[in-house]
């Protein structure tokens, strides 16, 4: 069966244009005038843009003694109503677990998933276990280790075994990830403000300061210019981090930088609401800033030294939260965001002109999927490309609400948010998955995506570096014996 998407304005992360698209047996087929197929979709008046590509979910992840409320089908069906397609998720091994155990127990979870999906590796212990097992995971399609230089006794990881994994990453055609805090000072932090009585939501933005992110990232930016190798930083947070990514760039390194929709939009004023409740829900780490500092971040999507918008989707529900009542190193980090990513960068971001819709694209979809090598099979609007789009009513509008959504939790850190702009339809696949509020395709529906190693800027490194490279100067005429 054929489908053809008639009548509206194609948006992609350079084009804009007017054509219509027939898609055949789950991918685009023609690109053109006057196509026509067994079905039609009118997207008159409408933009047809790839599918969003969320790289940084954690779905049911176990996490400070509880697992995220959103498992695979509920954050699926929460990222198909918001126009996003592709999902990448963070695969968690236990303390001493091997690698492809944990990815299998990840495999499992993902089966409901109704969108399509993909696998960060974290590394979260270090060993010769660990170190065999990485070019087992590349084989299975993940080219990605993630590494949390925080949550110091539970996932974090050492100088030392950071510079062992990313070697190792550049060994195998992989990219590490970092979660860039100091997880030392960050502990130092929080002890001395619970000692000080300071046990409230408001302590957990005070206990992880943008100087704390600046200097990791800057860590982690050596580290892995010495490993020779590329890398990414998630959820950056303040100008700190992005001055220290910006600067690498600037250099010449490879470097990429991901903030977070909920970073671009919501400020520290939001700790300080005097409902427990409310502050407790928006606790999350790197912890919400200033003003200043989104400015930083929105400059950096629009001068290009950052590439992409993920949602770090980890939700949790009140009554989870509340776990940190009288101790707020117990509340569990994380919020939602994967059902109105888009919706809400492009109100912030197109229709204030800080962002071009082909922008937009770029940094909900097309960046990333060129960053992870699954482009253009992903974020990308051509033959042969699979049929991920979303039909995008520019003129639609909604006051956003947790009444009615897609995720699981009891509450939406943007509530109350009036949004222009929203997926009337969204296609996986080829597949309608999404129509006019309502999720159509079925829990196990998504497909796992492999993502194979040495992408394009991974093999130009390694060569640069291997060109660069020290070389001992073989002299002449040394006296024997010297
Ligand atoms: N970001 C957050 O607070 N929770 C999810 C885990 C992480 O990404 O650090
Ligand atoms: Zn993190
Ligand atoms: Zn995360």
């Known amino acids: 069966m054929t489908i053809a998407i008639k009548g509206g304005t194609i948006v992609t992360a350079d084009l804009t244009y007017k054509a219509d698209i027939l898609i055949d047996g789950g991918r685009i087929a023609e690109i053109g005038p006057n196509l026509s197929g067994d079905e039609t979709i009118d997207a008159t008046g409408?933009?047809?843009?790839?599918?969003?590509?969320?790289?940084?979910?954690?779905?049911?992840?176990?996490?400070?003694?509880?697992h995220s409320a959103d498992d695979f089908d509920t954050g699926t069906a929460a990222a198909l109503a918001g126009g996003t397609t592709m999902v990448v998720d963070?695969?968690?091994?236990?303390?001493?677990?091997?690698?492809?155990?944990?990815?299998?127990?990840?495999?499992?979870?993902?089966g409901k998933a109704r969108c399509d999906y993909s696998f960060h590796m974290a590394i979260t212990?270090?060993?010769?276990?660990?170190?065999?097992?990485?070019?087992?995971?590349v084989a299975e399609g993940i080219n990605t280790f993630k590494h949390f230089m925080a949550y110091k006794g539970a996932l974090m990881v050492n100088d030392d075994e950071m510079f062992a994994s990313f070697s190792r990453c550049a060994e195998i055609g992989a990219m590490p990830l970092v979660h860039a805090e100091n997880g030392?000072?960050?502990?130092?932090?929080?002890?001395?403000?619970?000692?000080?009585?300071?046990?409230?939501p408001e302590a957990h933005g005070y206990s992880r300061p943008p100087e704390v992110e600046g200097e990791a990232t800057n860590r982690a930016i050596m580290i892995a210019d010495q490993a020779g190798v590329p890398l990414y930083v998630v959820h950056v947070s303040c100008e700190q981090s992005h001055e220290a990514i910006r600067?690498?760039?600037?250099?010449?390194?490879?470097?990429?930088?991901?903030?977070?929709?909920?970073?671009?939009?919501?400020d520290e004023g939001e700790y300080l609401n005097?409902?427990?409740?409310?502050?407790?829900?928006?606790?999350?780490?790197?912890?919400?800033?200033?003003?200043?500092?989104?400015?930083?971040?929105?400059?950096?999507?629009?001068?290009?030294?950052?590439?992409?918008?993920?949602?770090?989707?980890?939700a949790f529900t009140t009554e989870q939260k509340r776990t940190g009542i009288g101790d707020f190193t117990k509340i569990p980090n994380g919020t939602g965001g994967l059902e109105d990513r888009l919706a809400v960068l492009w109100t912030k971001g197109v229709r204030t002109g800080r962002l071009t819709m082909n922008e937009f694209v770029a940094a909900t979809s097309t960046n990333i999927a060129k960053i992870l090598n699954v482009y253009p099979r992903k974020g990308a609007i051509l033959p042969g490309a699979d049929a991920d789009l979303v039909v995008w009513d520019p003129a639609a509008t909604k006051t956003i609400s947790a009444r009615g959504q897609k995720s699981a939790i009891d509450y939406n850190v943007f509530e109350g948010f009036e949004v222009t702009g929203l997926p009337a339809v969204t296609l996986s696949r080829?597949?309608?998955?999404?129509?006019?509020?309502?999720?159509?395709?079925?829990?196990?529906?998504?497909?796992?995506?492999?993502?194979?190693?040495?992408?394009?800027?991974?093999?130009?490194?390694?060569?640069?570096?291997?060109?660069?490279?020290?070389?001992?100067?073989?002299?002449?005429?040394?006296?024997?014996?010297?």
């Open 184 to 200: 030392d000072v960050v502990a130092f932090l929080q002890a001395k403000l619970m000692g000080e009585g300071n046990n409230g």
């Open 247 to 266: 600067r690498a760039r600037a250099k010449g390194m490879r470097v990429f930088g991901e903030p977070l929709i909920q970073h671009l939009t919501l």
């Open 46 to 66: 409408a933009f047809v843009m790839p599918g969003g590509i969320d790289p940084h979910t954690h779905l049911e992840m176990p996490f400070m003694g509880t």
């Open 430 to 482: 080829g597949v309608v998955a999404y129509r006019d509020g309502e999720v159509i395709a079925g829990t196990g529906e998504g497909r796992f995506v492999e993502r194979p190693a040495n992408p394009p800027v991974a093999r130009a490194l390694s060569e640069w570096k291997e060109l660069t490279a020290p070389r001992r100067v073989e002299r002449t005429g040394i006296p024997a014996g010297v």
């Open 274 to 314: 005097p409902d427990w409740d409310y502050a407790a829900r928006r606790v999350m780490s790197p912890p919400f800033r200033n003003r200043l500092h989104q400015d930083s971040l929105w400059a950096g999507l629009q001068s290009g030294s950052l590439q992409v918008v993920a949602t770090d989707h980890c």
């Open 90 to 110: 963070f695969c968690l091994p236990a303390p001493n677990q091997g690698l492809v155990e944990a990815l299998q127990e990840w495999h499992q979870k993902a």
């Open 125 to 137: 212990w270090w060993g010769e276990r660990v170190f065999a097992e990485m070019p087992k995971v």
